[in-house]
């Protein structure tokens, strides 16, 4: 059930969002660093793991139903990327915002970029909610073990365990 916060708060991270976009590409600043600007894209580079890897995660191990989306899962995956951290694509958001800031090097990204990285960690708190109702206890066991978006503590977590 979507209510008003979860619509105040999608309106304002996608204005956000596509607002840091904009401002890349408005207001680029070609005299950056360079330094900081090829970070930003190595950054942009594991956004991009960091986002696509739940889509094949959740589709060969969620029990996704034939013709329903890879968020539909029916049961409670906590391998691959779902051992390092439970939110691995609001995570990639968060990167996003931050890569964007570095490429851009401008005040109008990194505004923008500040104002939707912390929506996103807020939201990841709803989708944690979510993921109680639908699988209760096993999803609370699993919060115990796997951080939400810290990934340098899961990486070590997950190494330690081995």
């Known amino acids: 059930m979507t209510t008003k916060r979860d ?11 596509l607002g840091q976009i904009a401002c890349v590409i408005l207001f680029y600043n070609k005299t950056g660093i360079d330094l900081v600007r090829n970070i930003g894209w190595g950054l942009l580079w594991v956004s991009a793991v960091l986002g696509w890897l ?11 139903k034939k013709g ?3 968020m539909h899962t029916t049961k409670l995956v906590d391998s691959g990327i779902y051992s390092v951290v439970r939110h691995p694509q609001y995570l990639a958001g968060i990167v996003i915002c931050v890569s964007l800031m570095l490429i851009a090097q401008n005040w109008q990204a990194v505004a923008c970029g500040a104002a939707a990285a912390p929506l996103l960690y807020i939201t990841s708190y709803d989708a944690d909610a979510d993921c109680v109702a ?3 206890e096993d999803y609370k066991e699993y919060m115990a073990r796997v951080p939400r978006m810290n990934i340098v503590i899961g990486l070590l977590r997950r190494l330690l365990d081995k």
């Not at 739940?54 to 996704?64: A, D, E, L, N, Q």
């Open 7 to 17: 619509m105040v708060l999608s309106i304002l991270l996608t204005v956000f969002m």
């Open 54 to 64: 739940p889509i094949f995660t959740f589709r060969r191990k969620g029990m996704v």
């Open 68 to 70: 329903k989306s890879y």
């Open 134 to 136: 639908k699988f209760g």
